[in-house]
């Protein structure tokens, strides 16, 4: 079972930040959050990953909150091309690093 | 190179008929992995494995039968198929035993008929 939880779908304004949250409540000590985006008809793609820390790369940031039970994705600027599903996924080491376990996700639209 | 590749993008097979599904990377990853994923939901693991060997089998009927003949392909057999195993089949490969990304394939779009 997916041990995360997403809002089914989320609207955001092209040019504008999108924030997608996740909780995962009964995330583990040694669980990563992961991002993956799947836009239509083509493979997941990652996005970040973290632990406990925030991150950032060229594509989006993730807010970890301190007792790690939820994050936000966020895409700072977001376009046309932004418009996927997005998954939130726990997963560690026990789990195996890349057995994804996929919850339903977030279809994000980003509206012209 | 970051791409794995899979063949055929798509795939017409009656329920009598054998085929095979291919995926290729060449990223030295030693973890591939197989995944379906039926129409408006999310991609289901079906198989790992692990330096080549079978590592997790998600409870997948046996007429899917998985094969990694070296470390750079995967191959997944399909036998007497039902309609119901429709879908897209996705292939994905990634580094082993670190906190890394997976890189996944396009798909092969599978019809039973």
């Known amino acids: 079972d997916a041990k995360t939880t997403q809002p089914p779908s989320m609207d955001c304004a092209e040019g504008r930040a999108a924030n997608l949250p996740c909780n995962h409540s009964?995330?583990?000590?040694?669980?990563?959050v992961y991002w993956y985006r799947q836009i239509h008809s083509q493979g997941p793609q990652y996005i970040i990953h973290?632990?406990?820390n925030n991150e950032t790369n060229e594509m989006a940031s993730l807010i970890i909150t301190e007792d790690r039970k939820s994050s936000t994705l966020i895409l700072p600027h977001a376009t046309l091309r932004d418009t996927a599903v997005y998954y939130c996924?726990?997963?560690?080491?026990?789990?195996?690093?890349?057995?994804?376990?996929f919850g339903t996700g977030t279809r994000l639209t980003v509206i012209p | 190179d970051t791409e794995v590749t899979q063949t055929p993008k798509h795939l017409v097979m009656g329920m009598t008929n054998k085929k095979s599904l291919k995926c290729e990377q060449h990223?030295?990853?030693?973890?591939m992995y197989w995944y379906k994923q039926k129409a408006k939901k999310p991609p289901e693991l079906m198989f790992v494995?692990?330096?080549?060997?079978?590592?997790i089998n998600e409870s997948v009927p046996s007429r899917f039968s998985p094969e990694c003949p070296n470390s750079s392909l995967l191959n997944l057999h399909l036998h007497a198929l039902q309609p119901e195993d429709s879908a897209l089949y996705l292939c994905?490969?990634?580094?082993?035993?670190?906190?890394?990304?997976?890189?996944f394939g396009q798909g092969t779009r599978l019809t039973v008929v």
């Open positions: 996924i726990v997963t560690g080491q026990q789990t195996g690093a890349n057995n994804l376990f």
């Open positions: 994905a490969s990634s580094q082993q035993g670190l906190m890394t990304e997976a890189f």
């Open positions: 009964t995330i583990s000590g040694n669980e990563y």
């Open positions: 990223m030295g990853h030693r973890a």
């Open positions: 973290g632990l406990k």
């Open positions: 494995y692990s330096y080549e060997k079978l590592s």
